[in-house]
Structure formats: C-alpha cells, structure tokens
C-alpha cells in the first residue's frame, strides 16, 4: 500500500500510509484505538475506497473495489468479532458461499477433503461436524482462519486475534501462524499487546493518528522504543496550571476487583482517591481496565470485593447511577450517542433530561412540565457553551460530534458536581471543540471539583492531569505527579513493565 | 415567544411524517375503487354509500363511534406501550381479560346503580394491567420477547374467556353470558355510550402524560435509548414494567367499556377478536401519536359500519373494506420506511434547495 489516504468529512482516518509486507513475514500493524488500523485495513480487503493512493500486489497496481475483488486476490480478513453462524458446523461455516463447484447442489464430500488437508498442513484442529455454539472461542477462531484459506488467501489479516484467547490459546495461534508463514502465506497481525507483538512479528509498522510513524524489525527493537513510537513522544509543556496540592477525596476505592480474571477488561484490587480540585488521569492502553473503572465510579457496576468511600467517610452500598448522581456525579460518558444522549430527542430535552422532576422545569415534581422554561434553559446553555444548531428543537442526532458533547458537558457541569467522570472526552473531535472540553474541565477543577479523567490519547492525559496513574491488565502500575510527569516511566508502566 | 424555527430539514421531514398517513389513506381508496369497478360496480356511489352509512344521520354516526370505540383502547395501548419501545402485541388479550373480570365482577357480586359501575371499570383497568404484567416480568427478570409472550397470552385469555362463558356464568348452558342488568350498562348520551367520551378523554390524558411529564418524558427517554437512560440515572426496568402495566390498564379498560356499553352486554364466542391488531395497526399508522390515534380509530369505525352499507347499497363485499383497510397500513409502513431511504432524502433535499431558492428570488 503506498501513499494511501482516506477521509472522511473533513477528518483524516489514513493520511499518506504506506505498508508493504513480504512473502512469509508476520508483519504487526501497532497502534492506538482511533490510530487508523481498522480504516486502513478495510481499504485493503475491499470495505473502504482510498481517497488517495494504490495498492500493489506482486508489483501490479490493483483496484480493490469489493471484498469479492479482496479475495480473488488472495487476500482474506479474520474479524475481531467472528462472523459465524451459530447454528451450523464447523465445515458449513467454512463451505459457505464459496463458488468453486459452480453446481447448485454442496460438494460436501469434496470439500471435507480439502479442508481436511488444509488442517493437517497448517495444524489447524477443528472439529468440522461440531456446531459453532458448542466450541471453545479458540476453535471457532481457527473456523475463520480456515474459512479465509480455504478461499484461497495467502495474505491474512488478523485483527487483535488475541484479544478473546486465554494464554493457551494464544500459544496455539501463534504456532498456527509460523506454519503458516513457513509455508509462504504473509499475515498482517494488528495488536496493541506490546509483548505478543515483540514474540510473533517480523516487521512492525507503527500508525499514530493516521499516519505511518515507522517501519522497523522486531529484532533489534525493543519494547519501549516501540511503545515510544505508538504513543509519541513529544511531551509540549501544558499551558494548564497543575495542581499539587488537592482537597480531601471525593471517592475513594479501596482495593476494588471486577471480574479479576479477566486480563483485558477486569481490574485486580485496584485502591485510588479521586480528590477534590484535582484532576486525576488514567492512562493505559485501550482494553487495560478503564472501561469496568469507569462503570464503577459511576455506579454502572457493583465491585466483586472492595469498597468505594464516598466524601462523607461512609462506604457506598447502593451501586446504581440515580444514587452517584444524586451524590453530585456529572459523567461524561465513552459514548456519546449510545450513553450520553438520547439521539431522537430534541436538544433543549436532552439538556434538561436529569431534572424534569425539578421545580425549575416543572409543576408539582414532574406533573406538568414547564416548556417555555425548558426552551428558555436550553437556549442559555446553547448560549454559554457555544452549542452549534439552527434551534434547540433540533434533534440531537442531526448534531456534529463536537457540538453532541458541549451538550453533555453543558448538563453534566450545570449542576456543578461534586465528581466528573470524563471518558475519552475529545474522542474524535476538532482542535477547537477539543480546547473548549479541556478548559471547561479543567475549570471545574479549579472551582473544587474532583476529575477522574480517562483517556487511550496520552498527550490528553499528559495535559489535563495533575496525577497520573498507569492500568495495566486491570491494575495500578504505579502513581505519577503531573507537573513535569516522568514519561519514561509511564510510557514502561504502560507496556507493563 | 413563538416556537423558534427549526432547520428546513426537520421541518420537511416531519411534514412528510404527517403526510404519509394521508396519502396512505387516500391511495387505499383507489385501489379500492379500482377493485370496486373491476366487480362492475360504481366506486362513487359505493363510497357515498359508505360514507353515507356511517356518518349519514346521528344513529349511524353514534354506531361508527361505538364501534370505533374499542379500537381507541386498544390502539392507546399499543401507543403508550410503543413509546416506551415495549412491543406489547397483546392488546386483544389484555382487553378480553379486562372484560371477563368485569363480567364476573357485575354478575358475581351483583349491585346496581354508580357503585357497581364504577367497580365494573375498576375490575377491567386492574385485570388488563395484571395481564400485561405478566409478559412485563418476564422481559425485565428473563429478557422474554414481549411479542412473542403477548401474542400467546392472548390465546390463553380467549379460552379463559371462553370458559366463562361456557362454565361460569353461562346463559341457560348457551355458550354466552347472561347479559348484564340494565343497572350497570353504561348509559347513552346521544345515542352513543359515554365509553366514547371515556375514549377521547384518555387519548387527551395520554397524549399529556406522554408529552408534557416528567414521567412521560422518561417513558419516551427509555424507549428511544435505554442505555443512556440508565446512564442518567433513570430506573429503565421499573419505568419498562409501568409502560406494561399502563398499557395494560387501558386495554382492560377498554374491555369493560366494551362490555358495559355495547349491545348484547354479554361474553359472547367473538368478543374483541381483531381488536388487538387493529390497535397495533392504528398505533403505527397514527405514528405513535395518541390524538392521531383517535382519528385513525374513526376512520377504521367509519370503514367497518359503511362497508355495510356498501355492500348493501351496490353489492360488493364487505371484504373490500377488509382490503382498504390492509392496503392503509401497507401504504404508511412503506411510506414511513421509504422516508427513510438515502435515495428519497437526497431528492426531498434537493427539492428543498429549490424552493428555498425560489423564495429567494422572489
């Protein structure tokens, strides 16, 4: 792939990325979550149409219009999220739709016998007349991949083939892949697990915000010099004032666990104090913890064992968002269409969605709602916080991105709380949309508010924060000022190390 | 202050909203008159017929809205429930067994005059709600399919109807109900039972509740996004068990007032068949709006007493009003969905551009 980009609006996904994988290398595309790999990836099996660029196979230029045309030249993806039918076999999933007989009727027979020698070539187990449901995530893993080769591919695509599989099961991929290079066939295996990429790859291409940061060998690299190039290291002094000394804690978690079990997603007894006038980030790879953290700072999730403190000493028994909000939580949520608002309803509704029982906006606690006090709110907000729309009355969908999570933010701060849980805050948002959000926070610390950032984009962390504490696998790394904050040491605590 | 202009867009797209229905209505009837000529009658005269049957002098008029009547529960039940994004498909069942406690309430207890009345009603709106209960448990507590659940408890409510009135409080062993004393049949006003005006009014009351409460604002919340929702802080199950049991209530409601207020005034094979459907199609077509469904309820009353005397006056079968009524639903569902398509928004914005350009120039 040379010099290929992809925009959409007026938003770079991919700008100017190059990538060329040999004959028989296992070639790791590394990134952050919103880095551009998927956007990338889709390009080459036929999903997106570049905005510029080629791609070559063996030298010739070819224009992968569909992902019929991916695969006809030989290139096949494995999806995070398996594209199986739960209901048939192992074989019926790998036979299905493939064109090869060109006869109306399924050449079972036939085809059990090349699939057959396919598993015993690559060393792919799989037990072809067992239905989808009843096998383990590893064998239906291997399902996919025989499905791609069975079509043919000799280039694969694995995207985060890890992130499902138990220890053992991620060893099994990984001998898979090594038959399968040995005979030839090139995989691109996309991954954001420092050590899984340090043992299986050959070559890494680093993206970091859509565009190609380096191609280097594994040999010779190290871990921390690749996690350098996926998380950048440019370190621009912050123009925020950082805070040293904080207030008493908001909320206090005391060697909290949440499904511990689980590497990617759980948190292991992890303790924190989240204090008043004080922004405290969370930084980590995406899929270190934050997502269960953030459900239970705002009451989403009750912790397995472990306790939350809240500001009054008292430990917290109803886990239920009414109960933390009702305490003075503002949450701004990971996402913005899905959790933070409610897309059908109207602009000056879903400002107003947490107090319609109020005295303010309604007669007799919800009986009869005010709306000429509802739009007159509404327009105020819109005023202050520079909320973009043609009227209030608008739906909240038909909102850009940026102009969605000012109205988030103008409700959730309206009510000065006590604690904001903020997630990914600036997640695909413009520079100016961007700085709006980060002084508007950072504002609310500095008027007493306790600020639990959580962020995958570490200049924001880095920014905002006046302490910063690592996730990794679930727990704490460690704990770090944010007034001139040892890079080094975080950017190791998040490799794990 | 006048309400402040929203973007051509939206104002366009929810003019279309209000205009499928009536073109719907419209393209129904001439499909209806193309049949009608087809069977070589006069579609003119078969719908001055119609329209003459069903609204011609007030006696026909009261018996269109008496028949519309129930459709007016029915299709707020479906309405209340939509809006909270509950697909109860159990109106029909939920009406009957509205009907059965009130029937064994009335012949059971006995009583006369404003009391038992009242306690008649009473016994519909708590049966309908219990029975929409039931599917409610089960979605919130086992994540059942509540359409799946409705549309099967509306057939064990017809055989429980069926067993009262066979076993319980059979007439004379005759399978049906004595019929209720003519002390607690709903009394007329114009010729109509004051059901009717019960109906209007709960359309007013639910069109408020759902628009102009806090509690109706979180009803609506949940059922566009349950998951932010819960994120700010409402209680979604309890607010999805209320929309069951409301819902509920007014299709059991609606069964009382039926049986209260109609002529025979018994359970009878065939009491509130069709009933639910017609609600659901009412609902969809009213586009979840609980005063449109008023409307929409007497214009299916209107299409079920004129087609008799359609089929009266120029000979065709009352299955022509049937096909109109299909051809309605059919016309709004592909309508609203269509609405929906990139092809058709791009060409209404294109329009739009025009004729804001014009205006322009102008």
Known sequence: ?497 | MAKEAISAQERRERALMVLTPLVSVLLALVVGAVIIACLGKDPIEGYRAMLQGSLGDLSKLSKTLERACPLVFTGLCAVFAYKCGVFNLGGEGQLIMGACATAATILGLGGEGVPALALGLLAGIVAGALWALLPGILKITRGLNEMITTIMLNYVALYFMEHIFKNVFSDQGLPKTVALPAGVRLPKLLGAHVGVIIAVVLGLVVWYVIFRTSFGFKIRAVGMNPVASRVNGFPVRRLVLLAFIISGAIAGLGGAVELMGKTPFRLAAGFGAGFGFDGVAIALIAQLNPIAALLVALLFGILSTGGIMMQSVIGVPTAIVDIIRGMIIIFTVAGMASIKLPQLRALIASWGSKSTEAEASA
């Not at chain 1, 694995?158 to 040995?182: C, H, K, N, Y």
């Not at chain 1, 066939?185 to 991954?191: E, L, R």
């Not at chain 1, 639990?452 to 570490?458: Q, W």
Request: aromatic share 4%.
């Open chain 1, 1 to 497: 792939m040379e010099g290929v980009s992809k925009r959409f609006g007026s938003f770079y996904a991919n700008r100017n990325v190059t990538l060329s994988v040999e004959e028989g290398e296992v070639h790791t595309l590394l990134g952050e979550n919103g880095a551009g790999k998927s956007t990338l990836m889709n390009i080459l099996v036929g999903l997106y149409q570049p905005t510029e660029g080629r791609i070559l196979i063996r030298g010739e230029e070819v224009d992968i219009s569909s992902p019929g045309v991916a695969v006809a030249h030989g290139i096949g993806m494995v999806h995070q999220h398996f594209m199986l039918i739960e209901n048939m076999t192992g074989l019926e999933n790998i036979i299905l739709g493939d064109r090869r007989h060109r006869t109306p009727l399924l050449q079972e027979a036939a085809d059990r016998a090349t699939v057959e020698e396919l598993m015993e070539r690559y060393g792919l187990e799989i037990d072809l007349d067992a239905r989808v449901s009843d096998m383990s995530i590893g064998m239906q893993q291997r399902v996919e991949i025989m499905k791609v080769l069975f079509r043919g591919a000799d280039l694969l695509v694995l995207d985060e083939p890890t992130a499902v599989l138990t220890d053992l099961e991620v060893q099994g991929l990984f001998d898979i892949m090594r038959s399968l290079t040995g005979e030839g066939k090139s995989i691109i295996f996309i991954s954001h697990k420092m050590r899984e990429v340090m043992r299986i790859s050959d070559r890494v291409t680093v993206l970091r915000r859509g565009e190609t940061v380096a191609t280097v060998p594994v040999a010779g690299a190290t871990e921390q010099e690749l996690a350098d190039l996926m998380i950048g290291q440019k370190f621009t002094e912050s123009t925020y004032r950082k805070v040293e000394d904080a207030h008493e804690p908001a909320l206090t978690l005391c060697e909290v666990s949440w499904h511990p079990e689980v590497k990617h997603g759980g948190l292991k007894e992890v303790s924190l104090a989240i204090n008043r006038g004080e922004i405290l980030g969370v930084a980590g790879i995406d899929g270190n913890g934050q997502a269960a953290l953030a459900e239970l700072v705002t009451g989403l999730v009750r912790p397995e064992s472990g306790e939350l403190v809240g500001p009054d000493g008292a430990q917290i028994a109803l886990f239920s968002p009414e109960a933390f909000i009702d305490a003075g939580l503002g949450n701004i949520p990971e996402d913005r269409n899905k959790m933070g608002l409610v897309g059908d309803m109207t602009v000056a509704e879903n400002l107003v969605l947490k107090q319609t029982r109020s005295e303010r906006f309604s007669r007799g606690h919800g009986a009869w709602l005010k709306m000429n006090a509802i739009e007159r709110h509404a327009n105020r907000l819109r005023e202050e916080n520079d909320i973009r729309c043609t009227s209030v009355n608008q739906l909240a969908r038909s909102l850009s991105g940026g102009n969605q999570q000012k109205v988030i933010l103008a409700r959730e701060l309206e009510g000065h709380p006590s604690l904001l849980v903020a997630v990914y805050p600036t997640r695909g948002l413009d520079i100016g949309a961007t700085e709006f959000i980060h002084d508007q926070i950072v504002a609310q610390r500095d008027a007493g508010c306790a600020v639990l950032l959580i962020s995958a984009d570490f200049d924001e962390v880095l920014k905002l924060s006046d302490r910063i504490v690592v996730l990794f696998e679930g727990q704490i790394m460690g704990t770090y000022p944010g007034a001139n904050p040892p890079i080094k040491e975080i950017s190791l605590a998040m490799a794990g190390k």
